[in-house]
Each structure stands twice: as C-alpha cells, then as structure tokens.
C-alpha cells in the first residue's frame, strides 16, 4: 500500500515563500513521476509542475520563475519550492505520484492573504 504524507502548507503574505514536501512510502517499484497539484474553490484540479526520474520538469505557465519542483529518489520525496506567492496561488495542493498506477496525497491548504 502506497502511502504519501504531505507537509509543509500554511498562511503566507503576498510575496512570501513555502516549500511542500510529499514522501512516499510503501511502494515495491520504482516511481515514475512525482508531481504536485492544486485545486481552488470553485476550480477544478490543475497541475502545477512534475518531475520524471531522470530529472525533467513541467510548469504551468502562471508559476513559471516562481516554483520550483524537485526530488530526491532515494527518499522518495519530491518537493515544491514556492517563491513570490500570489493570493491567486491560493488552493489545496496535492501531491501525485506515478507507479504504474497513479496515487494521490491527502492534501495541504496553502493560503496566501495578506
């Protein structure tokens, strides 16, 4: 059973920085790719940037510049460096990992408000 614990959301003004973590856990093979999520109120769930294993990256455009996403294989966790926050970045954040199938996190509030 494979298990993702997220950390690392909260309040933050306008500017502001926060970095998420998501460590998986419990998988036999290797994972794929590890990516982050969001979803606002009212917005449907969209992706916010992804890592493969060799170490490839893909940003939606609005957070180009702002975040950045990494991982480290070995402990199974992939992280989201988030710089210049905007309240537009507002949402529940959600970790996704690929292993053969897909899995998700439970989810952190990241609110950005002044």
């Known amino acids: 059973q494979v298990q993702l614990v997220e950390s690392g959301g909260g309040l933050v003004q306008p500017g502001g920085s926060l970095r998420l973590s998501c460590a998986a856990s419990?998988?036999?093979?290797?994972?794929?790719?590890m990516a982050w999520y969001r979803q606002a109120p009212g917005k449907q769930r969209e992706l916010v940037a992804s890592?493969?294993?060799?170490?490839?990256?893909n940003y939606e455009d609005s957070v180009k510049g702002r975040f950045t996403i990494s991982r480290d294989i070995g402990k199974n966790t992939v992280y989201l460096q988030m710089n210049s926050l905007k309240p537009e970045d507002t949402a529940v954040y959600y970790c996704?990992?690929?292993?053969?199938?897909?899995?998700w996190g439970q989810g952190t509030q990241v609110t950005v408000s002044s």
């Open positions: 996704n990992v690929v292993i053969g199938v897909t899995y």
């Open positions: 419990g998988n036999r093979f290797s994972i794929s790719i």
């Open positions: 890592i493969t294993r060799s170490g490839s990256t």
